[in-house]
């Protein structure tokens, strides 16, 4: 609620009180509806969020910018695709109070009363207002489009003043439009406080929105009732307060301006552009739809996270997108509800969870959030337990399998780049089976709606495999121990297609976790039909599925994937191979060999796409065309580009130069006295 002290009316800020600096005094800058010259609305312009000054000194600046704009059509040609002049007004009309009437219904009568003048004042005819001022100004704000192309799209909107060239300074360094798109001032005279580039609006890969400090040295950033002096923060909220030096703004999402058809149809819109601004920005995967959609009503704070859409429910749980509200972290949060039944089968799953450690195939409970803000269950009444896991996963492996095309049984192979693809997955999950089974966890419900795909690249488009790196993570430890062996449980753990023969009948280890696995591997490299529905009651069904796998390897030899699965799929748990030796196995590790550009680590993924993103269009800051080659040798990989330098990164794989030239990395990798070339173009 609002009060005579603070210095965001509630009409601008209807989600939370303010108490940051008084030079951030709110003023109503809405515009007049009528045939005044108005610009196009959000739908009409393609734009997606609005930053209007709401201070006298954010209102002034703003004039400087717009009287240059308006004064010549040739002036500022680069800014002016991001500012909407709206109308004239005298200066007089910014210095009054903002009325109440913009969020009525959300804040209460007392909060509005107390921003209008005071009724007390002594004010006569004849006594002429302080505040009135026959200067006229103009108004309106910056939009934020993807319909204006960005001159460093991985940067975002860059604000502030623009760093310009000026007298005297001769060996000054001048930047391309002063090193800014949205232009808030032209002199320093309403802007004092604020920096040439003094923040940044940007896109991160996982579609979060931010707000990010450039300039440390100048007054802190203000978003809401938070000021902060470096990193970044997320726009969360559909409408916010933003204070610049000591220039003050409104920043507000317009894709959901109002409800209905036309509102959902903008939102669907803006998540198809924004995914294609992400694709083409970052080159990677396109994050999910409950990642790209702006806020909305139905959104609501959780500590320190933001929930977001449902990912799925079912076998594989209720569970909901969230994203950190300060660092923009994306996650699943998981909801569960714990009663006085039930308490302890979930302090299970949370201890369980927390004391796994940290391995990028299996999922890390990150945070924990209890409604009634306490660990220890106090009762009788049910109370709802979040607990938030990383990575965010996207699908999982049992959605992925029903919605692949069906193969026909072993007499048709795989195409090669899916057997890549799939074989890249198990290799993953065997990896981490391997690592909790080194640490003395047996899962115990190992199945495809518990394996969650993180990313996927796709198999008929070589340029989108080439950038997404395949991923995947076991899920849900609901039924997992900490233990060497276990007692069985009939009708109490695990899924019953995918038990091994000893889980119900006698002491158990980690083995039937191999034997699980090996039922997901018969899913992923056989046929997605299960192979038998219980087991031992079917011992005859599966020896004549191991019959028709042992004819396989006879004819493909024992470095295949299907000499592997009859390993996993032993009858008896002593026989049985261990995730650990299973790794070891030719059929997975061939996915690891080989310098192709999928299997080369994350971070040099990431060196060359940083590196092919800072200069789009082949020229550096001043205008020269750069020079940039990339090196490859048996051990390392190294890209210089004048003038950052040559950055260099080990790569794990045998390779030799095949051919070098700017634009692409072309290797030639020896895999077994076969030579096999793999090439990647760049944009570099």
């Known amino acids: 609620m609002g009060s005579p002290t603070s210095p965001f009316p509630t009409t601008l800020t209807p989600t939370e009180p303010d108490a940051s600096s008084s030079s951030h005094q709110t003023i109503d800058t809405e515009p007049t509806a009528g045939a005044d010259g108005t610009q196009p609305g959000a739908e009409a312009c393609g734009c997606f969020a609005h930053l209007r000054p709401a201070n006298l000194e954010a209102c002034l600046a703003f004039d400087e910018v717009a009287s240059e704009l308006m004064s010549a059509p040739d002036a500022l040609p680069y800014h002016r695709h991001f500012v909407s002049v709206e109308t004239i007004v005298p200066l007089s009309s910014l210095r009054r109070p903002a009325a109440a009437d913009d969020d009525a219904g959300t804040e209460g009568a007392a909060g509005s009363q107390a921003l209008q003048p005071s009724a007390t004042e002594t004010e006569t005819d004849d006594e002429e207002t302080p505040t009135q001022d026959p200067r006229l100004v103009w108004t309106g704000h910056y939009r934020f489009s993807f319909d204006a192309p960005l001159e460093l799209p991985p940067l975002g909107w860059r604000v502030g003043g623009g760093r310009w060239k000026r007298p005297g300074r001769e060996r000054q360094a001048q930047r391309a439009n002063g090193g800014v798109d949205l232009l808030l001032a032209r002199t320093r005279v309403p802007a004092a406080g604020l920096a040439g580039l003094h923040a940044r609006f940007a896109f991160e890969r996982n579609g979060a929105f931010m707000l990010v400090v450039e300039n440390p040295r100048r007054p802190s950033v203000v978003l809401g009732d938070e000021a902060f002096e470096a990193g970044s923060r997320v726009l969360a909220k559909r409408r916010c307060r933003i204070g610049l030096g000591n220039l003050a703004y409104v920043f507000e999402y317009v894709v959901r301006t109002d409800g209905g058809s036309e509102a959902g149809e903008r939102e669907r819109r803006f998540q198809e552009r924004l995914g294609q601004f992400l694709r083409e920005t970052f080159r990677g995967d396109t994050p999910p739809k409950e990642l790209l959609a702006s806020p909305a009503e139905a959104d609501h704070p959780l500590c320190d996270w933001l929930i977001r859409g449902t990912v799925g429910r079912g076998a594989f749980g209720t569970v909901t997108a969230a994203r950190h509200r300060v660092t923009g972290k994306v996650a699943a949060a998981k909801m569960v509800v714990r009663t006085q039944r039930s308490v302890g089968e979930c302090m299970k799953e949370i201890d369980v969870s927390r004391s796994v450690p940290e391995h990028p195939n299996v999922a890390a409970l990150i945070d924990t959030i209890y409604e009634r803000g306490d660990r220890w269950y106090t009762g009788p009444r049910p109370e709802r337990v979040w607990l938030i896991f990383t990575p965010f996963v996207r699908d999982s492996l049992h959605s992925y399998i029903q919605s692949s095309p069906s193969t026909s049984s072993l007499a048709a192979p795989l195409p090669p780049r899916l057997l890549h693809l799939r074989l890249s997955l198990f290799y993953q999950l065997l990896s ?253």
């Open 432 to 684: 981490g089976l391997a690592h909790l089974h080194a640490h003395g966890f047996i899962h115990r419900d190992i199945k495809p709606a518990n394996l969650g795909i993180v990313s996927l690249p796709a198999t008929t488009d070589s340029s989108q495999a080439s950038t997404v790196k395949a991923r995947i993570v076991i899920l849900d430890f609901g039924h997992a121990i900490f233990s060497p062996r276990a007692l069985p449980q009939p009708g109490a753990v695990g899924t019953i297609p995918y038990l091994a023969p000893e889980m119900e009948h006698t002491e158990y280890g980690t083995g039937v976790d191999v034997w699980a696995l090996g039922v997901v591997g018969w899913q992923l490299f056989v046929q997605k039909a299960l192979p038998w529905r219980r087991v031992p009651e079917e011992e005859a069904v599966w020896m004549g599925r191991m019959a028709a796998l042992k004819d396989k390897v006879d004819e493909e030899g024992e470095d295949g994937i299907y000499a592997l699965l009859v390993h996993m799929l032993e009858w008896n748990e002593e026989e049985r191979i261990s995730a650990e030796d299973a790794m070891g196995h030719t059929a997975p590790q061939n996915v690891n060999r080989g310098c192709h550009f999928t299997s080369l680590p994350a971070e040099l993924q990431n060196i060359i796409y940083e590196l092919a993103l800072i200069m789009p269009d082949e020229r550096d800051l001043s205008g020269k065309k750069r020079d940039c080659s990339i090196f490859l040798s048996n051990s390392a990989i190294s890209l210089e580009c004048t003038p950052f330098g040559r950055i260099e990164t080990r790569i794990p794989c045998s390779c030799t130069v095949e051919d070098e030239k700017t634009g692409s990395i072309s290797a030639t990798c020896v895999q077994e006295d076969e030579a096999r070339v793999h090439t990647h173009p760049l944009r570099v």
